[in-house]
């Protein structure tokens, strides 16, 4: 299993994560560091614990946000499946009805192709 090393707000954690999954560790890492730098900057330095869980609520808060609009997306995807269905039908018997028509077309235009001759 991989070992990674990140930094956040100064301190060094040895992390092992799964075959190939480096590089996302260290962007999750990153993404850490830069909440709690904001963090400091806006609020200064209040104690590590104390930013470590304003980060991870931070963090929450994006992925609860990330939840909802994955539950508002996959509603209007089955909303909008649900209308493809019902267009294709309506498309099929559309067809159908086309192909009625030139059929009567052509039978029309044979009879009159026949009584000209």
């Known amino acids: 299993m991989p070992q990674v090393v990140v930094e956040i707000d100064g301190k060094t954690y040895r992390m092992a994560c799964g075959p190939g999954e480096e590089d996302h ?3 999750l890492a990153l993404d850490i560091e830069e909440k709690i730098a ?3 900057d806006g609020v200064g330095q209040i104690g590590d614990q104390r930013l470590t869980i304003m980060a991870a609520i931070m963090t929450a808060d994006e992925l609860s946000d990330a939840k909802v609009r994955i539950r508002y997306l996959e509603a209007e995807n089955e909303t909008l499946q649900k209308r493809i ?3 294709d039908a309506r498309l099929s018997d559309l067809r159908t009805r ?3 028509a030139m059929d009567r077309a052509s039978q029309l235009m ?3 192709t026949s009584r000209l001759s």
């Open 25 to 27: 560790l260290h962007e």
């Open 110 to 112: 044979e009879s009159l």
């Open 85 to 87: 269905v019902t267009l």
């Open 98 to 100: 086309f192909a009625r």
């Open 38 to 40: 904001g963090l400091k």
